[in-house]
Nanobody, 117 residues
């Protein structure tokens, strides 16, 4: 079993900040990449940001310059620092982990982020 425990979601005003974290544990053998996706009501799930074990990052166009992804390889934890939040950032944020040893990806249960005044 693989467990991805997400935390840090909540309600924030426009222009505010939040930090999400996701801790991976269980039967994970070789984490190559970790990342965050989000899904707003009526929309498809989209990439927010990802980071490889080598530190290479990839961001969705709408969050570039505002969000920063980082990871702690020892703790197998990934973080997402979200600044200058906008109402369109509202959605459920899902942690994603790719285990290269078995060629599988795993998903967290999701954490709600609501940006509203």
């Amino acid at each position: 079993q693989v467990q991805l425990v997400e935390s840090g979601g909540g309600l924030v005003q426009p222009g505010g900040s939040l930090q999400l974290s996701c801790a991976a544990s269980g039967r994970i053998f070789n984490i190559y990449a970790m990342g965050w996706y989000r899904q707003a009501p009526g929309n498809e799930r989209e990439l927010v940001a990802s980071i490889t074990i080598h530190g290479s990052t990839n961001y969705g166009d709408s969050v570039k310059g505002r969000f920063t992804i980082s990871r702690d390889n020892v703790k197998t934890t990934v973080y997402l620092q979200m600044n200058s939040l906008k109402s369109e950032d509202t959605g459920v944020y899902y942690c994603n982990v790719y285990d290269a040893a078995v060629g599988r990806e795993h998903w967290g249960q999701g954490t709600q982020v609501t940006v509203s005044s």
